[in-house]
């Protein structure tokens, strides 16, 4: 079966999460988004795991559903941050944790809580080391894994340039050939990844990191493969069956370049080599983006594809393409209404956004349909994210959408 799976997103017990984010809403959205299996998110938090015991229903196969209603699957997630002292620096991880079934998560939870307190955070903190959090995990269940989250982000990350270390053994050390993948997080792709040999055999995933509905899916994982817990991570492993991701343009996460959000400074890898990655506002260390961390560790000037690697595309969210087009914000009902409108039309988002022909988005909304096609080609253009605020990345030149406006035929037919 052909399936999209996003294996990291949040429930409302996480800190910064929207009170929408239920079981239920979930599921809606899940199915507006076109995915077919969502993580749970926040498995460790008591209060949401109770949740996931009266409204979900074991389907046998590794995965839930809802009691009542709904084709959304569901696999027990979560990610956890470990903050600890190794060889005297402060290190801040987040590692996506899964299980097979809550028996499992229920052991793994009873032990887990020695190192912190899960009721106080839908990800909580634990003192407990990656290498060792990692450890507990495999000790549990042979059908548990741990993939490292968002592994090149600067603050909470296993290779980030503050919280993390300058290799995956360094951090993970004898049990690294148990780390089998990666989710690259929003500021990188899987090319970038490929510039360092020390990665080719890991798998690179990609989920969206969700805290409100509307970013569901906006990175999935794609699988060809059955539909069961166990064929989809050893799909991952195998490198068989995974097909891949779709993804963010990099520039569009927050961490891209480096910068500082409080200075109002951004630079590319490039010029903040030239001033020793020294803000030129307050003369104090730049926060070092995804790019330059990318770029000091790697091996290859360019990106050659491992044997097996799993192929991606890049898509940009459907509400942000028509906040472009109607020039007004992702949250205007403009955008809500045209939104409505297209998923209804196309039956959910990535129907739209990946599968629909372009001749017939074109005879929908020909500038909808220009936009689609350009993204699909990578015709963007890009401001690169820096220090926690997002890039943005557009599909028209300024003047473009205005002049089609003004003529009587559109100039995208
Ligand atoms: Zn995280
Ligand atoms: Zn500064």
């Known amino acids: 079966m052909f399936y999209k799976a996003d294996l990291h997103i949040h429930s409302h017990y996480a800190k910064a999460t929207s009170p929408q984010l239920t079981l ?6 899940a199915a507006i988004k076109g995915i077919q299996l969502l993580g749970t998110g926040d498995f460790t938090h008591p209060a949401w795991l109770k949740e996931i015991k009266e409204k979900l229903k074991a389907a046998g196969n ?11 699957g569901f696999c027990l997630s979560t990610e956890i941050s470990s903050v600890y002292v190794y060889g005297n620096k402060v290190r801040k991880n987040h590692n996506l944790v899964y299980m097979p079934d809550i028996d499992a998560v229920e052991r793994f939870n009873k032990k887990l809580s020695k190192y912190g307190d899960l009721s106080s955070d839908g990800r909580p903190t634990v003192t407990l080391s990656s290498r060792d959090l990692l450890e507990m995990v495999l000790e549990i269940s042979d059908h548990a894994h741990l993939v490292p989250a968002h592994a090149w982000t600067p603050w909470f990350s296993t290779l980030g340039s503050k919280g993390g270390y300058d290799s995956i053994e360094e951090c993970f050390r004898d049990l690294t050939p148990d780390i089998f993948a990666i989710e690259t ?16 055999h890991l798998a690179m995933m990609s989920s969206s990191d969700a805290h409100s509905l509307h970013n569901l899916g ?8 059955d539909f069961t817990y166990d064929a989809m991570f050893n799909a991952v492993k195998n490198k068989n069956g995974f097909s891949g991701t779709y993804e963010f343009f990099p520039e569009e996460g927050k961490y891209s370049f480096d910068g500082h959000r409080k200075c109002g400074i951004s630079m590319s890898p ?12 307050c003369k104090k260390q730049l926060t070092i983006g995804v790019m330059s961390r990318v770029s000091k560790l790697s091996d290859r000037s360019v990106a050659v594809r491992p044997a097996n690697a799993a192929a991606f595309e890049y898509i940009i969210p459907l509400r942000e393409i028509l906040s472009e087009i109607n020039g007004t914000g992702v949250n205007s009902i ?20 990946k599968e629909a022909p372009p001749d017939g988005i074109r005879k929908y909304d020909p500038v909808l349909g220009e936009a689609i096609s350009r993204m699909r080609l990578g015709k963007v253009n890009r401001v690169a994210g820096y220090d926690g605020i997002y890039g943005k990345i557009m599909l028209f030149e300024k003047d473009e959408l205005q002049k089609n406006k003004s003529t009587q035929v559109s100039l995208f037919i």
């Open 62 to 72: 590794g995965f839930f559903y809802l009691k009542n209603a709904g084709d959304t």
């Open 24 to 29: 239920e809403l979930l599921a809606k959205w």
């Open 334 to 353: 403009k955008v809500e209404k045209a939104y409505t409108n297209a998923i209804s039309f196309f039956g959910n988002e990535f129907a739209l956004l």
């Open 270 to 281: 490039e010029l903040s080599n030239k001033v020793n990655n020294i803000c030129p506002v």
């Open 185 to 200: 997080g929003l500021s990188s792709d899987p090319a970038m990844n490929w510039q360092w040999s020390k990665l080719d």
């Open 218 to 225: 906006r990175e999935v994982n794609l699988f060809d493969t």
